[in-house]
């Protein structure tokens, strides 16, 4: 059995005239009263008080890896060969289906999650695959409408109907521009200017996709840290990437309740 390590992220330094400093997985400095040797020493040999300590605080583990019962992933996307790769190096197990697949198709395949991508506005047909969360599969959906990505709550309740009702209803009087950029563009009818993602723009929206899906197959607890106090979790965020510029903003999204008819 190999020796105890620090969590990843964690860190353990001196600071002169301070002593044993520790910069935990959230960032944050803390000094301890003991001296490095001491805590080198309980990190690299038999269990002590310090090393219990260690353990008790959360600061020792292995990296996650992606479980096996949660490996299985559908990818649906043209040109999907960046994004199988990525979760193939994540430790998952992605499996290429076509992007027209039905519900019954895709449970074919047994899988754990699916993830959806498209280099143009959302298909429509994504609402109809909303079905597979009640069969307890993962459902992640990202979309490009001009130079943006749009990255949808995976995993949890919040559909993609839930996202284009949240996204018409946050539009105002600007609902009907939206669904007829929608309409026109699934059409065939709509002109576009040259923005179809190129290697960087993939590169970018597949890392934070595959980010997301290994967060859920890991079960990892969003937690504030020394740089963002708050993070909205995957589960309940609509994620908008502006391709031109980097910048990623969060916003919070939430199922819309049924109604009556």
Do not use: Y
Not at 50 to 57: C, E, G, H, Q, T
């Amino acid at each position: 059995m190999g020796h105890p390590r620090l969590r990843p992220g964690c860190s353990v330094f001196t600071v002169e005239g301070r002593g044993t400093v520790l910069r935990d997985a959230a960032g944050q400095m803390f000094d301890i009263a003991l001296p490095d040797d001491a805590v080198r020493s309980a990190l690299t040999g038999a269990e002590t008080e310090a090393l219990a300590a260690f353990r008790k605080a959360g600061h020792l583990g292995e990296r996650a890896t992606w479980p096996a019962d949660r490996a299985r992933v559908v990818v649906l996307a043209d040109g999907g060969a960046p994004l199988r790769e990525a979760l193939r190096r994540a430790g998952a197990e992605p499996v290429v289906a076509s992007v027209n697949s039905t519900v019954t198709e895709i449970l074919a395949h047994e899988p754990a999650a699916v993830c959806a991508w498209s280099d143009g506005p959302a298909p429509g047909e994504w609402r109809e695959l909303d079905a597979l969360v009640d069969h307890g599969v993962a459902w992640q959906r990202a979309s490009r409408e001009g130079r943006h990505v749009l990255i949808e709550p995976v995993a949890g309740d919040v559909r993609h109907r839930d996202v284009v009702a949240r996204r018409l209803a946050a539009a105002g009087s600007g609902h009907r521009h939206l669904e007829e950029f929608w309409a026109q563009h699934g059409a065939g009818d709509a002109l576009h200017g040259e923005e179809a993602a190129d290697a960087a723009d993939l590169a970018l929206a597949v890392a934070l996709l595959v980010a997301d899906l290994r967060a859920w197959a890991i079960g990892s607890t969003v937690g504030g840290s020394a740089f963002q106090a708050d993070p909205l979790p995957a589960s309940r965020r609509l994620r908008v990437v502006g391709l031109d510029t980097g910048a990623i903003s969060d916003h919070p999204v939430l199922p819309v309740p049924a109604s009556a008819p």
